[in-house]
C-alpha cells in the first residue's frame, strides 16, 4: 500500500512515506517564512529518495490536523485535498493527540498550545484547558520532547513521530481516523474547554 503522510502542524515539516513496501521520513527545516512551504523542495527530496514516486500511486494519504500550527494544517489539509483529486486516492485527518497516544495506550497525551493553553485526551475524549493544573495529576503522560517541563511523569516523543505513527495507525487501521478530513481551525476537534 503507497501511502503519503504530511505534517506541517510544528516549525519543521515532517513526511512519512510508505511505497512500494519501503517506509521513507523526511524533515525540512527552513527559517525563512517564504520558502516553508516550498512543495518542489519536498518533492525533489522524494525523488531523491524515491525515484519512481509518483502522486498517482498513491492509495492513501493523510495529515496531522492539530491540535498545533492551524495555519500548516490547512496547508496540508487544501495540498492533499488536490492530490487526492488528481490520484484519486483515499484522504483522511488524525488528530496530532491520537498520534501520540497510539502505542501508549495507558498514557495521557499533552500537547501545549501557542498561548499557554494545553490540548489533553482523557476518557476517550479530546480536552482544552488554559491551566495546566487542570490537567488531571493522576496521569503518566507523553508528549513531544521537552513541550511541558511543567508536567511530571512524561513520556517524551520526537516531533517527527507524529508522523511516523500516523503512518502505522493507517498501515494497521484507519478507524483512528477523524470523522471530518477538515484542519481544526476550521472545524475544531471535540474538545472541551473545562472552567476555571
Known amino acids: 500500500m503507497n501511502i503519503l503522510v504530511i505534517d506541517l502542524t510544528k516549525d519543521t515539516h515532517y513526511l512519512a512515506i510508505n511505497y512500494n513496501n519501503k517506509k521513507h521520513y523526511f524533515s525540512f527545516h527552513n527559517e525563512e517564512r517564504d520558502k516553508k512551504n516550498d512543495w518542489?523542495?519536498?518533492i525533489n527530496k522524494i525523488k531523491d529518495e524515491i525515484p519512481d514516486f509518483s502522486f498517482e500511486n498513491l492509495d492513501s494519504a493523510a495529515y496531522a490536523a492539530g491540535p498545533g500550527s492551524y495555519?500548516?494544517?490547512r496547508l496540508a489539509y487544501t495540498f492533499l485535498d488536490t492530490i487526492k483529486l488528481v490520484a484519486n486516492c483515499d484522504f483522511y485527518a488524525f488528530?496530532?493527540?491520537s498520534a501520540l497516544k497510539w502505542n501508549n495506550d495507558s498514557l495521557t497525551p499533552v500537547i501545549k498550545g501557542n498561548k499557554n493553553d494545553y490540548f489533553y485526551a482523557a476518557n476517550e475524549k479530546e480536552m482544552y484547558c488554559k491551566n495546566f493544573k487542570e490537567i488531571p495529576?493522576?496521569?503518566d503522560?507523553?508528549?513531544y520532547s521537552s513541550e511541558i517541563p511543567?508536567?511530571?511523569n512524561v513520556k517524551k516523543l520526537e516531533e517527527s513521530e507524529i508522523?511516523?505513527?500516523?503512518l502505522e495507525m493507517m498501515l494497521d487501521s484507519v478507524e483512528n481516523a477523524l470523522e471530518s478530513n477538515y484542519p481544526n481551525y476550521i472545524k475544531e476537534l471535540d474538545y472541551k474547554k473545562i472552567d476555571g
Open 40 to 42: 518542489i523542495e519536498k
Open 137 to 139: 495529576e493522576n496521569h
Open 141 to 143: 503522560f507523553v508528549s
Open 71 to 73: 495555519t500548516g494544517a
Open 150 to 152: 511543567e508536567l511530571n
Open 95 to 97: 488528530s496530532n493527540l
Open 163 to 166: 508522523a511516523s505513527n500516523i
